[in-house]
């Protein structure tokens, strides 16, 4: 506010007055708007089930911690390990018949060389053995995605973050694509909802105050959204040292939507008696005490609401 003053002071808009006064004058003070913001995660993600089947196991609470890739529950679907077995016996069947067409191709070949069967015959015995050869390879490439839908069964964090919100519960039943949990990453920010009047005058980069019950925090207005809906506008701000405790939580915010003229004096020249503020003001027949009435402190300097007119002279302890 002395800079302030100092300033008004070399553009002629404060007279100048004896050592040890201050000629007071409107100063622009910002008007504040009292808003509730709430404290939200920046990215909302949902870690699915990539399979469905039962819910066995529940690894996270909500308000735990998690890495990106960590496992938080894991799906069984029982008709998996059927799928297995049943695999395993085609392989069985397969390798015992592969094991009788490469015996038969064997005495085929014999018979062959003996001159008792045709080449077209050897043919034959040959393609059934590369048809098992393949059917076999199918097989256990089947088995292969089987056992990788089993796998699958764990579902994991997508992202770093906190857990908000567990959709199911140990034992339930899901289906595939079905959220289990949703996490927050990403940090936190501070999302505001101001009336659509206001925003004409909300700035991207303008300080604000932000309550909460360690106290005062200051904060950065980041991003203003465009879309009006339900005639509020909605902006986010960053807060340093944010309270994350409780993500939704709501918070008192002052945020500047304006300004107005105010005069401005010290707090060091005010003087209380009795609970009446006095200041002390230089005229041309002396000094002497005139009541004021006190409005907002702002830093060093407290607002004068009444009791004192702009050209007046304040004496300075």
């Given amino acids: 506010m002395r800079l302030v003053l100092a300033v008004l002071l070399s553009l002629g808009l404060v007279t100048a007055a004896p050592a040890g006064t201050l000629v007071v004058q409107p100063v622009a003070v910002p008007v504040w708007k009292a808003v509730y913001g709430r404290v939200e995660a920046r990215d909302a993600l949902a870690a699915r089930a990539r399979i469905g089947g039962t819910l066995v196991s529940l690894d996270v609470s909500e308000g735990d911690t998690v890495t990106a890739g960590q496992r938080i529950a894991t799906v069984r679907d029982d008709k998996i390990a ?72 764990e579902v994991l964090a997508p992202a770093a973050g906190r857990v908000l919100t567990l959709a199911s519960k140990r034992g339930s039943v899901v289906m595939a694509g079905e959220t289990v949990a949703t996490l927050g990453g990403g940090g936190f920010f501070l999302r505001l909802s101001i009336p659509e009047r206001h925003a ?100 060093d300097d407290v607002e004068v609401l009444s009791g004192l007119a702009a050209g007046d002279a304040v004496v300075l302890p």
């Fill in 200 to 299: 004409s005058l909300l700035e991207e980069g303008a300080s604000l105050a932000v309550e909460t019950a360690e106290g005062s925090l200051a904060g950065r207005l980041v991003k203003v959204y465009p879309l009006i809906q339900g005639g509020r506008v909605t902006a986010d701000v960053d807060v340093p040292d944010l309270p994350t405790a409780f993500v939704d939580a709501r918070l008192l915010v002052r945020v500047p939507v304006g300004s107005r003229p105010a005069m401005m004096v010290p707090a060091s020249a005010v003087t209380s008696r009795s609970g009446i503020d006095t200041l002390r003001v230089a005229a041309a027949g002396g000094e002497f005490d005139r009541t004021v009435v006190l409005g907002e402190r702002h830093g």
């Fill in 82 to 153: 059927f799928q297995v077995s049943a695999l395993d016996a085609q392989l069985k069947a397969l390798a015992a018949q592969l094991q009788n067409a490469e015996s038969e191709l064997k005495r085929g070949q014999t018979l062959v060389d003996r001159g008792v069967a045709t080449s077209q015959r050897l043919d034959q015995l040959s393609t059934q053995v590369d048809v098992f050869r393949n059917q076999i390879a199918a097989t256990e490439a089947q088995r292969q995605v089987v056992l990788q839908q089993g796998a699958e069964g």
